[in-house]
C-alpha cells in the first residue's frame, strides 16, 4: 500500500455522507485515494492555496476545490466536517499548533483529523560514497528552498508534540518507510536528489562532488541496484 492509500485507510471514510476535507491537497493524490471505489455518498473539499487538481478529480461532483491561506482561520464552519487529512503541509504553516486548533473547531465531535509528515531527514539514498549521502542529507535539511516560505526537514517527528500541545485527542501514531526503486526525471527520489545537490550549489568542491554522486546514483538505478526511503510519520487525532 502506498503512502496516500494507507492515509486514505487511516481517515476511515467507509460511513455514508461524511464531509472531508483535504487540508494542501496539491494534485489530488489523497483525494483520488479516498474517493478510490466508492459509490457511498461522500463531499472532499480539495483545498490549497492555488488549484492545482488534475481535470479530472475537478470534473467529480463529489470533490469542492477550494481555494485558501491555511494560515487564516480554515474556511469552514464549527463542527462542519467528519474528517480531515493532511500530508506534507504543517512546515509550511506560520503556526501549525494554531492550525490545529483550528481543526478542533471545524470537525464534529469525534470527528478525526490525519495529519502527517515526511521526516525528509530519513531520507535514505543507496549510493557508492555513504560519508557524501550523509553530508548532502544534512545540506538538504538544513537549507530552505529559494520557491518554499518555510521548511522543516524533521517536522515528522515533531507532530506527535504537536499533537500532545493540542486540544486534539491522540488516537493513534503510524511511521512508514515511503520506499521507491525509481530514479528517473520526476521521480520523488530524483526530486529529493536535486533538491540535496541545489544545498550544496554554496560551496563549489561540495557541488561538483554532488553533481558526481547524482550520475553515480543514477549509475545503480540503470543498474537495478538502486533504493530510496523515507519516513512518513502520521498522527491521528479526534475531537473530544
Ligand atoms: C508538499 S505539498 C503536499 C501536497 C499533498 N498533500 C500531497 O501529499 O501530495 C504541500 C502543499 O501544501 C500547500 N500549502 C502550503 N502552504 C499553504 C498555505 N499556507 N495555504 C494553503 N496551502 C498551502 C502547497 O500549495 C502544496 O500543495
Redesign the pocket.
Known amino acids: 500500500m502506498g503512502r496516500?492509500e494507507r492515509l486514505a485507510d487511516l481517515a476511515d471514510v467507509d460511513a455514508d455522507g461524511l464531509v472531508v476535507a483535504?487540508l494542501?491537497?496539491?494534485?489530488g493524490?489523497?483525494v483520488r485515494t479516498l474517493l478510490a471505489g466508492r459509490h457511498a455518498p461522500v463531499t472532499v473539499h480539495a483545498?490549497?492555496?492555488?488549484v492545482?487538481l488534475d481535470d479530472d478529480l475537478l470534473a467529480d461532483q463529489r470533490v469542492v476545490s477550494r481555494v485558501?491561506?491555511?494560515?487564516d482561520p480554515l474556511p469552514f464552519a464549527d463542527a462542519s466536517l467528519d474528517r480531515i487529512v493532511?500530508?506534507?503541509?504543517a512546515e509550511?504553516?506560520a503556526d501549525p499548533a494554531r492550525f490545529l486548533r483550528e481543526c478542533l473547531r471545524v470537525l464534529r465531535p469525534g470527528g478525526l483529523a490525519v495529519i502527517g509528515h515526511t521526516d525528509f531527514d530519513t531520507a535514505l539514498f543507496t549510493s557508492d560514497d555513504d560519508e557524501l549521502t550523509r553530508v548532502l542529507v544534512d545540506r538538504f535539511v538544513a537549507v530552505v528552498p529559494d520557491w518554499q516560505l518555510r521548511a522543516d526537514g524533521f517536522m515528522g517527528r515533531k507532530l506527535l508534540w504537536l499533537a500532545a500541545d493540542s486540544p486534539l485527542e491522540l488516537v493513534d501514531v503510524h511511521a512508514w518507510a515511503d520506499a521507491h526503486q525509481r530514479f528517473d526525471e520526476g521521480s520523488l527520489a530524483w526530486k529529493i536528489a536535486m533538491g540535496m545537490v541545489a544545498s550544496a550549489a554554496d560551496d563549489p568542491v561540495l557541488s561538483e562532488l554532488a553533481t558526481t554522486w547524482m550520475a553515480s546514483v543514477r549509475r545503480l538505478a540503470d543498474e537495478g541496484r538502486f533504493l530510496f526511503a523515507v519516513t512518513d510519520v502520521v498522527v491521528v487525532l479526534r475531537r473530544p
Open positions: 496516500h483535504d494542501g491537497c496539491g494534485t493524490r489523497t483545498v490549497d492555496q492555488a492545482e485558501a491561506d491555511l494560515d493532511s500530508m506534507n503541509v509550511n504553516l
